[in-house]
């Protein structure tokens, strides 16, 4: 069974960096699918960030492209956000994901983590 | 890109049918038959449901169903139960992007 669980500081400051890794358990990276992450503001919707291939390839949301690297690290089976200059805006449940690629899909999820942008 | 639009809310008695758009544009929904749809229980993380427009991964029950028309995507709900009350979202494939929908609050009166 895939599993992923998010990790990472709960709260971040304004203008800083926001940096969280989603750990991959029951399946190898390397073995392929994309990987991404994507965010949810308290009581709104969903809103992909972007993905990431196990070769490195990246694909961002064109809105927020500027502030977004997502990296991966298939020797430790897992991949990794940052997003920079973060606003009280930023502030949500992150969740990483498997992404299917050509299909477009997430079919396995983490729990979700909060990050809150605040001094 | 802009988000899908849905419905805010839906509603329907148990045992009723219930269907919820996706309305989508040429660049996203209408260019792919690669609309998933995801149920949110207060709480947890999204699940999906459907996939490449009207594919039930395993273990998912059939009275849910999925289809396409134009620019936009529906997701329908038969025989409605009460644990299917529930935030529902779409998300469809836009080549290097993926885009979802603002969410469907989906109530069982």
């Known amino acids: 069974q895939v599993q992923l669980q998010e990790s990472g500081p709960g709260l971040v400051k304004p203008s800083e960096t926001l940096s969280l890794t989603c750990a991959v358990s029951g399946y190898s990276i390397s073995s392929g699918y994309y990987w991404g992450w994507i965010r949810q503001p308290p009581g709104k919707g969903l809103e992909w960030i972007g993905s990431i291939y196990h070769s490195g390839s990246t694909y961002y949301n064109p809105s927020l492209k500027s502030r977004v690297t997502i990296s991966v690290d298939t020797s430790k089976n897992q991949f990794s956000l940052k997003l920079s200059s973060v606003t009280a805006a930023d502030t949500a449940v992150y969740y990483c994901?498997?992404?299917?690629?050509?299909?477009?899909?997430?079919?396995?999820w983490g729990q979700g983590t909060l990050v809150t942008v605040s001094s | 890109q802009s988000a899908l639009t849905q419905p805010a809310s839906v509603s329907g008695s148990p045992g009723q049918s219930i269907t919820i758009s996706c309305t989508g544009t040429?660049?996203?929904?209408?260019?792919?038959?690669?609309v998933s749809w995801y149920q949110q229980h207060p709480g947890k993380a999204p699940k999906l449901m459907i996939y490449e427009g009207s594919k039930r991964p395993s273990g998912v029950s059939n009275r849910f169903s999925g289809s396409k028309s134009g620019n936009t995507a529906s997701l329908t709900i038969s025989g409605l139960q009460a644990e299917d009350e529930a935030d529902y979202y779409c998300c469809s494939y836009a080549g290097s992007s993926r885009v979802f929908g603002g969410g469907t609050k989906l109530t069982v009166l």
């Open positions: 994901a498997r992404d299917t690629g050509i299909g477009g899909d997430f079919d396995y």
């Open positions: 040429s660049s996203d929904v209408g260019s792919y038959n690669l």
